[in-house]
């Protein structure tokens, strides 16, 4: 009987975390209810309360999911493959591949991109417990190309024009599908475009050493 009732509260968690990630990535975190997200995961209103305590607690708990999602349905395993580079393409592909995921759970981006621009009172959490790790583990395998003489500056700004490349596919989708509308990129192009970013910055990464060393 208890392993039922557990059964049942896990299912309801689980419902209301989809649902409630789904609404607020389509509505934002001001404009969507906790109504729109109980009629989605069907359920009741008090059901977010005894679960999450209240709307801010169901929003903290959907973000904190999605890092385990994307884990399990994208890994990167860039600590589990040998070299450098092929480091950097594991980890460029599995971010292309959140950054055009447009199945169920498809909100998983688009939530993290939402709150970045339209940030809530849960943007430290997410910058510490979601932005932080992957941005470590681009950062360690940058340093590793850029080799042990690399300033922490040289590291910080790679990194980040590495990253930048990968999120401008989604923050300016609707920008590329209307520049180029014969070559509109979706889920079929990420290994190509992983390649392609790939390339491109190791070629960046080896001119910029190369630069730093003779400017020492």
């Not at 299912?11 to 990630?21: D, I, P, V, Y």
């Not at 059901?47 to 305590?53: E, L, R, S, T, W």
């Amino acid at each position: 009987m208890i392993d039922k009732k557990r059964h049942e509260q896990r299912s309801t968690e689980r419902r209301l975390l989809e649902a409630a990630g789904e609404i607020f990535a389509q509505y934002g975190y001001q404009a969507a209810t906790i109504r729109q997200i109980c009629e989605r995961a069907g359920t009741n209103v008090a059901a977010v309360n005894y679960h999450f305590g209240d709307k801010q607690g169901l929003y903290m708990a959907v973000l904190r999911s999605v890092p385990k999602a994307h884990a399990i349905k994208y890994p990167a395993n860039s600590g589990k493959v040998a070299g450098a580079e092929r480091k950097l393409y594991a980890y460029v592909r599995s971010f292309l591949q959140r950054v055009f995921d447009n199945g169920r759970p498809g909100w998983h981006t688009k939530i993290i991109a939402r709150e970045m621009i339209e940030p809530t009172a849960a943007l430290d959490m997410l910058v510490e417990e979601v932005a932080r790790p992957l941005h470590e583990e681009l950062r360690a395998i940058v340093r590793e190309l850029l080799g042990p003489r690399a300033s922490d500056s040289a590291v910080r700004l790679c990194t980040l024009s590495i990253l930048s490349q990968c999120v401008y596919y989604h923050h300016a989708r609707a920008v590329i599908e209307r520049l180029y509308p014969e070559n509109k990129p979706a889920v079929k192009d990420v290994d190509r475009l992983a390649n392609h970013i790939t390339r491109f910055s190791l070629a960046a990464l080896k001119a910029y050493a190369q630069r730093e060393e003779a400017e020492r």
